[in-house]
């Protein structure tokens, strides 16, 4: 499956981004999809999953600000991210895994190139 991002930017303090993603060449309805983001010089975080029932889970920093969710039919991924913080600040990527459910050991095998959000304060 291929896995193209978009909607990253730069944005003050507060504000708000919609990331998508994009994914073709597989059945993505049977795919656990995520969201992972990097910082310079920080491991990479995974911020949100949903599952294929539409099951979601989130790291404790984005919980009450971040949304994932999907549209089946445009064979599409969001991230709904609200009262950004300068320390939302990474490349953002999507990701997914031929799995029914989104465990927290999840092994995501496919990648999209990634999205930089930038949030300044």
């Known amino acids: 499956v291929q896995l193209v991002e978009s909607g990253g930017g730069s944005v003050q303090a507060g504000g708000s981004l919609r990331l998508s993603c994009a994914a073709s060449g597989g059945t993505r309805t049977r795919y656990c999809m995520g969201w992972f983001r990097q910082a310079p010089g920080k491991e990479r975080e995974r911020v949100a999953a949903?599952?294929?029932?539409?099951?979601?889970s989130y790291a404790d920093s984005v919980k009450g600000r971040f949304t994932i969710s999907k549209d089946n039919a445009k064979n599409t991924l969001y991230l709904q991210m609200n009262s950004l913080k300068p320390e939302d600040t990474a490349m953002y990527y999507c990701?997914?895994?031929?799995?029914?459910?989104?465990?927290?050991?999840?092994?995501?095998?496919?990648w999209g190139q990634g999205t930089q959000v930038t949030v300044s304060s």
């Open positions: 949903i599952a294929t029932d539409g099951t979601t």
């Open positions: 990701a997914a895994v031929a799995q029914l459910w989104c465990r927290a050991g999840s092994m995501f095998n496919y």
